[in-house]
């Protein structure tokens, strides 16, 4: 898909300061989003408060909602930190998902890292090996990473010339959802219980998405704002908008029935976006 290779192919950055000349209530409440913090360097973090200053430690991942992991680099090469911080019991634990690696945390290869970083940043370019070139980029997803690079739009829209730019709301709802599985995944088997965890495969397996043909994340997220927490009424109103009721005759919250929360591990709990009746 064209559209999506545009997305990939690495790009240097406009900006998004500049975005907020004309965008500026859209860039206000997306620079305080999670996707925007989804990574920083360790000195100053969060994490770097709670574990104490890491020698070799250089970023920290994630924004908070659930916890932090950081990744350091040794003898030239990148490594994944063993001690995760959790924000939900306030501790730190193991980090999930390293039982596999021979060596504790250490990337196989830099492209390994390289992924690790494109997930959670803005233009990002490969180094010499193959690795993720840490100089110049934007860490945190800025405007630029879901819609392409900017300038030749800035430039149009400041001489009030026709000023198009990508923009995944144009798309059918499968590609929609597909923009944000680039990250989010679109891939993995159903009934393994990590899969909860990657929300466009749930949802695309749900009747609601195959038979409605326009459910896409954004009927119920705004793409530049964090997930609405414990709001069961707002997202209630957005299955009424296709369900006139439930034969149960429940109106209130229909998250509990079709929608359950399920804890991954004992600190890390994701939201089934399977819809269905369990
Ligand atoms: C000088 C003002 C200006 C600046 C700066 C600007 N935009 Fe825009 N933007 C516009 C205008 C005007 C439109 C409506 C364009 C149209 O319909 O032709 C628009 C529309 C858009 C759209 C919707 C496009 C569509 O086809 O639906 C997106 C997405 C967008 N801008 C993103 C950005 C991003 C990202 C940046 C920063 C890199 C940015 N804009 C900077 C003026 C601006
Ligand atoms: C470039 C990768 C990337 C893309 C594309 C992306 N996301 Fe995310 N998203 C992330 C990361 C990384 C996080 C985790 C941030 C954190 O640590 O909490 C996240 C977190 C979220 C959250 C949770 C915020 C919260 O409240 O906890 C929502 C909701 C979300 N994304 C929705 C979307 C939607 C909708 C799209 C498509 C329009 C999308 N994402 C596209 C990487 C991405
Ligand atoms: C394919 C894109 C992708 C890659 C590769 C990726 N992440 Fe993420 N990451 C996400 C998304 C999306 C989220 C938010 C949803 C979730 O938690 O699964 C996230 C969330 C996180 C969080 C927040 C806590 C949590 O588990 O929700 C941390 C920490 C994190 N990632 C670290 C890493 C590290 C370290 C690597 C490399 C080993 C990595 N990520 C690779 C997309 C990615
Ligand atoms: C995680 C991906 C993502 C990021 C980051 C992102 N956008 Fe968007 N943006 C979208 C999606 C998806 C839509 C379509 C929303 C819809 O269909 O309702 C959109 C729509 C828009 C629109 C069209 C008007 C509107 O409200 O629908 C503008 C303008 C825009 N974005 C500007 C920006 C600016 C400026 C930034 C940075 C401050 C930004 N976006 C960051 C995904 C993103
Ligand atoms: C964009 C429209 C749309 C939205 C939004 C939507 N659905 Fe659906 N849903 C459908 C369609 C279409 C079907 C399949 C035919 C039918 O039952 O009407 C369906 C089917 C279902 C089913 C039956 C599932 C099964 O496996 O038999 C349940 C339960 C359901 N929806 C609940 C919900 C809940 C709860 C929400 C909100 C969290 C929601 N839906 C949001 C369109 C939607
Ligand atoms: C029918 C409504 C609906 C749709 C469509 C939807 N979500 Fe969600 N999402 C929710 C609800 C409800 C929550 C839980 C909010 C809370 O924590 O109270 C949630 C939470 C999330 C979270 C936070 C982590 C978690 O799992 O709890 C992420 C990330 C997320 N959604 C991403 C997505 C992505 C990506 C898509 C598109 C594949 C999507 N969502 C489509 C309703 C929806
Ligand atoms: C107390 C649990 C519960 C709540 C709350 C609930 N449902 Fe249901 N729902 C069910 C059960 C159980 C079924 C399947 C059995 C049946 O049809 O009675 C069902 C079936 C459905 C179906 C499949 C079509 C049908 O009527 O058989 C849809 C659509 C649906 N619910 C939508 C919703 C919506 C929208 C909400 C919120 C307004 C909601 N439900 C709230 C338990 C619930």
Redesign the pocket.
């Known amino acids: 898909m064209r559209w999506l290779l545009v997305l990939l192919s690495v790009a240097p950055v406009f900006g998004s300061p500049v975005c907020a000349e004309c965008h500026d209530a859209i860039y206000r409440k997306q620079r305080v989003s999670r996707h925007a913090q989804a990574l920083r360097p360790y000195a100053g973090s969060r994490m770097a408060l709670a574990l104490g200053p890491g020698t070799s430690l250089e970023w920290a991942f994630g924004a908070g909602a659930q916890g932090f992991t950081a990744v350091g680099r040794s003898g030239g090469k990148y490594f994944e930190y063993g001690i995760s911080w959790f924000t939900g019991p306030g501790r730190p634990g193991p980090t999930p998902g390293q039982s596999g690696r021979e060596s504790p945390g250490v990337f196989k290869t830099p492209e390994e890292a390289f992924a690790c970083f494109r997930c959670h940043s803005t233009g990002l370019m490969r180094d010499n090996s193959g690795g993720p070139d840490v100089t110049a980029f934007t860490p945190g997803l800025t405007c630029e990473r879901c819609h392409g690079p900017g300038e030749k739009h800035v430039a149009a829209a400041r001489e009030r010339l026709p000023a198009s730019i990508f923009n995944a709301a144009r798309l059918p709802a499968r590609a929609s959802v597909e923009v944000c599985g680039e990250c989010h995944r679109t891939r993995a088997n159903l009934s393994d219980p990590v899969t909860v965890r990657f929300q466009p495969v749930g949802l695309m397996a749900?009747?609601?998405f195959r038979?409605?043909g326009?459910?896409s994340c954004v009927?119920c997220h705004d793409p530049h704002d964090d997930a609405v927490r414990s709001d069961a009424a707002y997202?209630?109103a957005?299955?009424l908008?296709?369900?006139t009721d439930c034969r149960r005759g429940e109106r209130g919250n229909?998250?509990s029935c079709?929608?359950r929360q399920a804890a991954l591990t004992p600190y890390l709990t994701f939201t089934d976006h399977r819809?269905?009746?369990y």
């Open positions: 749900s009747r609601c038979e409605s326009r459910l009927t997202y209630s957005k299955c908008g296709c369900h229909c998250l079709h929608m819809i269905r009746v």
